[in-house]
T-cell receptor, first 115, second 114 residues
C-alpha cells in the first residue's frame, strides 16, 4: 500500500490568485494522477503527472490553468491558476500500481473555495 | 459515448442486511473493474477489483460479480455495518494507447440504518 499526504487540506482563496497543492507519497510510484470532484459528484481526471516530462491533460484541462510538476517518483504538485469561483472544488491526488497502473490510492483531498 | 452508470443513486439498508450496489458499463473493451468507497471528507478508498477473465471475486465481506454479456457489475456487502455508510463508485478500465483509461461511475450513496 501507499500513504499519500496532500497539502493543504482546505483553503479559501481570492479570485485571480493561484494555489499550489502538494502530493507526497511514502514510496516510489509509477503513475500519479490529479482529479477534481464537486461535492456529491463523481471524479473527473484533470491530468496524469509524468515523472521527467510534461503532464498529460484530459480534454477540457490545459497546462496554463493547471500546471503540474513531478520532479521525482514520490512527489507532485498541482497549481490552480488565476482562480475563479468556478474552480471551487475538491482536488485529489492519486497514485497507481502496476500492472494496471490504475488509481489505487488517494490522498484525503484539498477542499478549495474561491471567493 | 462511453459511460459507466449506476442503477441506484441512493440505497438504504438495515444494519446486518446484505447490500447490493449495481453498475452498468458500455465499453466492451474494458478488461479491469474496480470498486471504491468514499467516506465523507475523505478520498476514495480501493475496495476490490476484478479482471474481465473472471466473473466473481470475493474479499472480506465483499463480493464483486461481473457479467460481461450484459455489461453489468455489482458489489455485494455482507452483514452491512454502520461503518459501511459511504458513497460507492464503480470504475472500468481499458487500454488507451500507451496508458490505461479509467472511467468512473456516478456513485451510489449507501446509508445503513441501525
Amino acid at each position: 500500500s501507499a500513504v499519500i499526504s496532500q497539502k493543504p487540506s482546505r483553503d479559501i482563496c481570492q479570485r485571480g490568485t493561484s494555489l499550489t497543492i502538494q502530493c507526497q507519497v511514502d514510496s516510489q510510484v509509477t503513475m500519479m494522477f490529479w482529479y477534481r470532484q464537486q461535492p456529491g459528484q463523481s471524479l473527473t481526471l484533470i491530468a496524469t503527472a509524468n515523472q521527467g516530462s510534461e503532464a498529460t491533460y484530459e480534454s477540457g484541462f490545459v497546462i496554463d490553468k493547471f500546471p503540474i510538476s513531478r520532479p521525482n517518483l514520490t512527489f507532485s504538485t498541482l497549481t490552480v491558476s488565476n482562480m475563479s469561483p468556478e474552480d471551487s472544488s475538491i482536488y485529489l491526488c492519486s497514485v497507481g500500481n502496476r500492472p494496471e497502473n490504475t488509481e489505487a490510492f488517494f490522498g484525503q483531498g484539498t477542499r478549495l473555495t474561491v471567493v | 459515448g462511453e459511460s459507466v452508470g449506476l442503477h441506484l443513486p441512493t440505497l438504504s439498508v438495515q444494519e446486518g442486511d446484505n447490500s447490493i450496489i449495481n453498475c452498468a458499463y458500455s465499453n466492451s473493451a474494458s478488461d479491469y473493474f474496480i470498486w471504491y468507497k468514499q467516506e465523507s471528507g475523505k478520498g476514495p478508498q480501493f475496495i476490490i477489483d476484478i479482471r474481465s477473465n473472471m466473473d466473481k471475486r470475493q474479499g472480506q465481506r465483499v463480493t464483486v460479480l461481473l457479467n460481461k454479456t450484459v455489461k453489468h457489475l455489482s458489489l455485494q456487502i455482507a452483514a452491512t455495518q454502520p461503518g459501511d455508510s459511504a458513497v460507492y463508485f464503480c470504475a472500468e478500465s481499458h487500454n488507451a494507447g500507451n496508458n490505461r483509461k479509467l472511467i468512473w461511475g456516478l456513485g451510489t450513496s449507501l446509508a445503513v440504518n441501525p
